[in-house]
């Protein structure tokens, strides 16, 4: 009886994720970052094939992990970082894009666990996506109305999981790396203005303001 119950709580949760998955707009993310495409990107109907859109996800993540320097190529650390194995991914497509035109991908934090990491992604046709997605880092309470309706082409994510360079099995997030991944976590919306209602009687007139707070909830709910 509970296994049942339970299944349905998990098929009701993946109905609900269908629905958010699917959204292009009102997509606003931590980072952005934009790349130009290629003449190989093409297929043979004259837009970017659909595996493409992937690398380009795994160029930001990758992209974000150098410049924090949480990503060693050389192998110069000691002791050396995990390497992060992408283990699932995915992508919903809205719009072509096509070479020449470049592309920007914005990126935010999904869900951080203990050895593994969900970065939700979105791919913008153009430089100008960027400016229409909004500021890289900033916070998406004070963005503009035409970044809130910035239609993404796609949107997708990525699953890392951080593998023990010598023994190739998962292993614990390490501090330094665990907090650049942290400064992908979007922060909440801005403050709504105080909302003011005025009460008469007939001995006093009063004035009492009520605010409401929210929190940001993930476009793409977690598998982990």
């Not at 023994?167 to 403050?191: D, E, F, H, V, Y």
């Amino acid at each position: 009886k509970k296994k049942k119950k339970k299944k349905k709580k998990q098929n009701k949760k993946m109905k609900k994720t269908g629905k958010q998955i699917h959204s292009r707009r009102n997509q606003l993310f931590r980072k952005y970052y934009t790349f130009q495409t290629r003449w190989r990107d093409n297929d043979i109907y004259g837009h970017m094939n659909n595996v493409v859109y992937l690398e380009y996800f795994d160029s930001a993540v990758n992209k974000f992990l150098l410049e924090n320097k949480v990503l060693d190529l050389e192998g110069n650390e000691d002791p050396p970082l995990p390497s992060g194995y992408i283990v699932e991914s995915k992508c919903t497509y809205f719009e072509a894009v096509k070479f020449p035109h470049p592309v920007t991908v914005g990126i935010r934090l999904g869900k951080l666990g203990r050895s593994s990491v969900r970065y939700e992604l979105g791919i913008f046709n153009g430089k100008a996506a960027a400016a229409g997605a909004g500021t890289a880092g900033a916070d998406p309470g004070s963005t503009t109305k035409a970044a809130a309706t910035a239609a993404a082409c796609a949107v997708g994510y990525l699953v890392h999981v951080f593998v023990d360079a010598k023994s190739g099995k998962p292993t614990q997030i390490p501090t330094r790396l665990r907090r650049a991944l942290q400064s992908l976590q979007m922060p909440p919306p801005s403050m709504p203005p105080p909302s003011t209602s005025t009460s008469t009687s007939s001995s006093s007139s009063s004035s009492s303001s009520s605010s409401s707070t929210s929190s940001s909830g993930e476009i793409i709910p977690s598998k982990l």
